[in-house]
């Protein structure tokens, strides 16, 4: 597919009022997409597995204007409260999806979000955040245009959910979802993620993901400014083909149940999209002192027990601990015991690999 089948055919229904609510997970990659082109292209595909516990709900009323005009008119409410700073980046969304959602200036849109995660715990609620909004856009328009196809939904859900933040189209479907062309994936794209739909072993069945949080404080570098990084970057092409490379290695693994290729994989993964960082020009550090104790704790408690723990990161100071179901109680308490120690005041999220976003209701005035 290409952008331009996204531009909707002429409605043919006519909605004046609706209010429709979706739940969208975050979602933590193991290839990691670090890099971009113009209008969010990726310049490495990636793949990641939605998460379940950590998610936003976002709850969009659409009043038809009396009179259409070429503004957006909308309102953004954060938790029950307006929250204006947030504005601008709603409108930029806007500004990029206007082609594919004509109806956008004809509406007046109340948008009300809460995320299930605590707020400035560090963890970036512009993935979810963006899918719960795009799916809510796509639904109201599935009700203008009722022949929408399931897949052609998700897809649309996803391609605008990319326009918002990147990563955002990875948290439309679960379990696994892949995102940028790849030439051993059929169907792969860089305009939206496809649900993984290659082989997995059970060892990856109810994965758990225990989110460490080392550092809830503001980070010193956006994604933004770091996926711009890798322009100049001295090891940019080495590290795109790299990650094409190990997305194919772990299709296989994926297959196979092999959790030592798994953890060492993923670990190398996380590694590497830091070294970018600390490599590019300039050169930042988001890893905290607790993040490398975590990560050496996690590395000993390996030897010496018969476990499959690993660790990720994202763009920031967290560490994401996965492992998986039927390692789950010890896993845990040797988090509790020997890891929350060094998460600011202990806190955790205990979340696991889930199935994607959840319509939770909508209501239609004609
Ligand atoms: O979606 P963005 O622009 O916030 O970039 C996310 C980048 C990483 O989280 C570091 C990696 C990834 O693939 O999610």
Redesign the pocket.
């Known amino acids: 597919m290409i952008e331009k089948d996204f531009i909707p055919l002429a409605y043919q229904q006519e909605v004046n009022e609706a209010k429709i609510t979706w739940k969208s997970p975050s979602?933590?990659?193991l290839v990691?997409?670090?890099g971009?082109k113009a209008n969010q292209i990726p310049a490495n595909p990636?793949i990641?597995f939605t998460l379940s516990a950590c998610a936003t709900t976002t709850t969009v009323e659409f009043e038809k204007k009396q009179n259409p005009s070429t503004d957006f008119d909308f309102d953004f409410f954060f938790e029950g409260r307006p929250k204006e700073d947030f504005k601008p980046k709603i409108t930029a969304f806007f500004e990029r999806t206007k082609a594919y959602l004509p109806f956008l200036e004809s509406y007046y849109l109340k948008i009300s979000s809460s995320n299930s995660f605590p707020h400035s715990s560090g963890i970036?609620s512009?993935?979810s955040g963006m899918a719960a909004l795009a799916l809510c856009l796509v639904d109201f328009e599935r009700r203008l245009n009722p022949e929408i196809s399931e897949a052609h939904f998700n897809r649309k859900a996803s391609f605008l959910a990319r326009l918002g933040?990147?990563?955002?189209c990875?948290s439309i479907e679960g379990s696994l979802v892949q995102w940028g062309a790849h030439s051993g994936t059929k169907e792969s794209s860089d305009l939206y993620g496809i649900r993984y739909t290659g082989e997995v072993h059970p060892n990856f069945n109810r994965f758990h993901d225990t989110i460490l949080l080392v550092d809830k404080g503001q980070k010193q570098v956006s994604?933004?400014v770091g996926?711009g990084l890798m322009h100049d970057h001295p090891f940019s092409e080495q590290r795109f083909a790299q990650a094409h490379h190990n997305l194919s290695s772990l299709q296989s693994i994926l297959a196979s149940g092999d959790l030592k290729a798994f953890i060492q994989l993923v670990e190398s993964e996380a590694l590497t999209?830091h070294a970018m960082m600390m490599t590019s020009l300039p050169y930042f550090v988001l890893m905290k002192p607790n993040t490398l104790e975590i990560i050496n704790r996690i590395w000993a408690f390996r030897q010496t027990s018969d476990t499959h723990l690993c660790f990720t990161l994202?763009?920031g100071a967290n560490v994401h601990v996965l492992y998986p179901e039927n390692e789950k109680k010890q896993v845990y308490r040797f988090i509790q015991d020997e890891l929350l120690p060094f998460c600011e005041h202990g806190q955790h999220i205990c979340d696991r690999i889930g199935f994607g976003a959840k319509k939770i209701t909508t209501t239609l005035h004609t």
């Open positions: 979602n933590i990659a990691k997409y670090w971009k990636s990641s970036a512009s993935a933040s990147g990563s955002a990875r994604s933004t996926h999209l994202d763009a």
